[in-house]
């Protein structure tokens, strides 16, 4: 489900009275709960009509509640909760990512122009319009590429991943999170230009920290909604059979390289296109492991083979504290880092369609999606160019002062 | 029985652990120092407190199997690593990762491994190249705070508030497989130790269970119940094997002697005695490596050495 970065970070398991919540409906419980005698009522917070409010964002900022922010999430994204919503509004739309897709694909064993054409033709008659989202992708890379060449922060960290951006908020300080790259995701990015178009908009997407990412208050609700690709699957699954939807083979693009031996698709090639936009004719790239397989190093050398820079791709929990690490003791040479929480990258995450543990392992399945993300597909024109909008947020340590137990 | 008093903490003392060598016992504390003792002329004498690594208190402590590392594990969510230099432990790296609270760290056998685990309920595998530590796994299998871990040699166990117990293998495709075993404690796990094929939990369901780990299974071999009224924080074989000590909130240790072997040839433990040792909580006991010393710490800011005379 949710990534461990995610898992690692989440709310104290050890509920204390004493804390309060964000929104009070009872003060000064600690100081009654000693005493049997007084009746705890709630005094409700000051607000109009005696209706106490708790958002989910407060929930989220909050430490101290009955429930995990995971659970709340899971109940207030859920695919029931679209459904209900995409009667109520009417211009629904939904984006769906290159990897959900694919995964659905593998799964329901289509290409991925035909399961995207089915998907079109589900959502269509549910009323919703269905977006690929390489635009998207194509603008985040850019502006990524463009803040890259802008800044003099060393490492650039990439921020796409909502796993790595809620650890790093909860765990690190600001001399690490001044690193983050303050491109929004090709998510909001996709919910920040079609709002003006659509009045509710949900995304697909391979993995549920996605969720955490859409309720960010600098994202302004422009997602409202984001769904993992297996809880989706039984929807499509029935609506395939329920309509006799025929695929028809449409034009997709991709944004995703995969022409050189360092090239990952997994998670949309950031560091690939950041590589792309610093090399020069007749300088030369080498990939070495730093420490497993998910943890790569990529140098560049000009054309009398001198290092110019390096640059790193680090997946999983494990790289990410030894990235960290380095940082720390300012021994991080890479200018720019492709970070994700999830082991493999975002075709591995926790949203994706589950694989039988002993029938099929995710070192094996990973390089199929691949393919089922490349083939058939037409090369976007990734050419980077000077974008006029630059899509930014922002990120901020988030203090977190529960009490110890033993 | 005779027993030396180790006094120099200023607040409860949480673990003790004994170097290989049977000489130098290690303690840490709330007071957020470790404290190392020698024997000195039958006596223990404070030889140096590491006092430059955690901001909060220290929970955890332990020696690699060859002396070299000492490892810490503290509240500021950072493992300290120690390397002796001929003449003193000097600290050479914080390994931070964890988000929340460290309560356990230990050395595999070898040194390869140092594992740490936590209240942000993952266990932590560190390895090292050239003294550099670095982050090897993160295990993400008890759904609540890890209390305790135990290496049997390259093999990893942890025990847990979730009341479970977890083992961890190094499988073929570089990854850490993991297998959960319940067994039957109704409460937290606070304690594992090992000894040769016999595995001892302590909980806080007043319990303290063995195990026989042979064939990779775990066998339920015998439970020791009705002799301490609060939960047992601590367990710990002798050198041999013959005997094992437990640590109580009771303020109480009690000692089992090995008396009989089944039929299967599973070993049977009986009480050969129990006795106040603190004025409160027993955090933890540890016999000595090398004889019936039984060293143990408390809530009371003391640690003591016991000489069992067993």
Redesign the interface.
């Known amino acids: 489900m949710f990534s461990s970065t995610i898992k690692i970070s989440s709310v104290s398991d050890y509920i204390v009275p004493s804390q309060d919540c964000i929104k009070p409906l009872m003060k000064n419980v600690k100081l009654q709960l000693d005493d049997p005698s007084i009746q705890l009522k709630p005094n409700l917070i000051q607000n109009q009509n005696n209706v106490a409010k708790v958002s989910l964002q407060d929930c989220l900022a909050c430490s101290g509640c009955v429930t995990t922010a995971e659970t709340i999430l899971i109940q207030t994204q859920s695919l029931e909760e679209f459904l209900q919503a995409i009667k109520k509004y009417q211009n629904p739309a939904i984006g769906i990512s290159p990897q959900a897709r694919a995964s659905l694909s593998y799964v329901l064993n289509f290409t991925d122009s035909e399961m995207h054409s089915i998907l079109q033709q589900i959502f269509q008659e549910m009323n919703v319009k269905l977006y690929d989202m390489t635009e998207y992708m194509k603008i985040a890379i850019n502006n990524s590429i463009q803040e890259f060449k802008q800044t003099n922060i060393t490492p650039l960290l990439c921020s796409e991943c909502p796993g790595w951006v809620c650890y790093a908020e909860k765990t690190l300080d600001e001399s690490i999170i001044n690193h983050m790259s303050k491109v929004k995701s090709p998510q909001q990015i996709f919910g920040a230009i079609q709002k003006k178009n659509h009045d509710y908009i949900a995304t697909i997407m391979p993995c549920y920290d996605k969720k955490l990412e859409a309720v960010r208050q600098e994202n302004n609700e422009d997602i409202n909604i984001v769904l993992s690709t297996r809880e989706i699957e039984q929807l499509v699954k029935d609506y395939i059979q329920k309509l006799n939807i025929i695929p028809k083979q449409i034009e997709l693009q991709t944004m995703a390289i995969y022409d050189q031996e360092y090239h990952n698709i997994s998670s949309n090639n950031y560091v690939d296109y950041i590589i792309k936009s610093v090399m020069k004719p007749n300088w030369t790239v080498k990939q070495n492991i730093r420490k497993n397989k998910d943890f790569i190093e990529i140098t560049i050398y000009n054309e009398n083979m001198e290092q110019q820079s390096i640059f790193a791709r680090v997946f999983g929990l494990k790289n990410i504290a030894n990235l960290i690490s380095q940082m720390k003791t300012k021994t991080c040479k890479y200018k720019y880092v492709e970070i994700m929480a999830c082991p493999l990258g975002c075709l591995n995450g926790g949203g994706q369609i589950q694989i039988q543990k002993n029938t099929e392992k995710a070192n094996d399945l990973i390089p199929k999606l691949k393919e089922i993300m490349i083939s058939q597909k037409i090369q976007t024109d990734n050419q980077y160019q000077n974008e006029q909008n630059m899509y930014l947020t922002q990120f901020k340590h988030i203090k977190n002062e529960n009490n110890f137990q033993w | 029985m005779n027993c030396q008093l180790l006094k120099d903490h200023k607040e409860r003392v949480w673990q003790i652990a004994w170097h290989p060598n049977g000489q130098i016992l290690a303690s840490c504390s709330s007071d957020k120092t470790i404290k190392l003792w020698q024997l000195m002329n039958d006596q223990y004498k404070l030889i140096q407190t590491l006092d430059d690594c955690h901001t909060k208190s220290v929970r955890s402590v332990s020696f690699s199997k060859d002396g070299q590392f000492l490892a810490s594990g503290g ?1 500021d969510a950072v493992v300290g690593v120690w390397m002796f230099d001929g003449s003193k432990y000097k600290l050479i790296q914080q ?3 964890h ?3 460290v309560k356990g760290v230990a050395w595999s056998v070898d040194s390869n491994y140092l594992a740490s685990c936590g ?4 266990v ?1 595998i560190w390895d090292h190249d050239d003294l550099e530590f ?5 295990l ?1 299998a008890h759904d ?2 890890v209390k305790c871990i135990k290496w049997k040699d390259t093999t990893l166990y942890s025990g847990s ?1 979730d009341n479970s117990l977890i083992r961890y293998t190094y499988g073929e ?2 990854e850490w497989d993991h297998k959960q075993f319940q067994i039957e404690h109704q409460s937290t796990i606070w304690s594992i130790d090992i000894f040769n094929k016999l595995l001892l939990t302590t909980s806080a369901d007043c319990t303290a269970k063995l195990f026989s780990i042979q064939d990779g299974t775990i066998k339920p071999i015998q439970t020791l119940q009705g002799f301490h009224k609060e939960p047992i924080y601590s367990g710990s074989f002798s050198y041999d094997g013959l005997y094992f000590a437990l640590g109580s909130a009771d303020n109480k240790i009690s000692i089992y002697k090995k008396d009989a072997i089944d039929e299967l040839g599973y070993p049977h433990f009986a009480l050969d005695q129990i006795f106040d040792a603190f004025e409160f909580d027993v955090n933890c006991v540890a016999f000595n490596p090398k004889n019936y010393l039984l060293a143990a710490c408390s809530d009371d800011q003391n640690i003591k050495v016991f000489d069992l005379q067993l």
Do not use: A, H
């Open positions: 509240f390994l931070e990762g988000e929340s609270e209240r942000d309920k993952t932590w670095s982050c090897n796994c993160v993400q609540e705070d508030y495709d570089d």
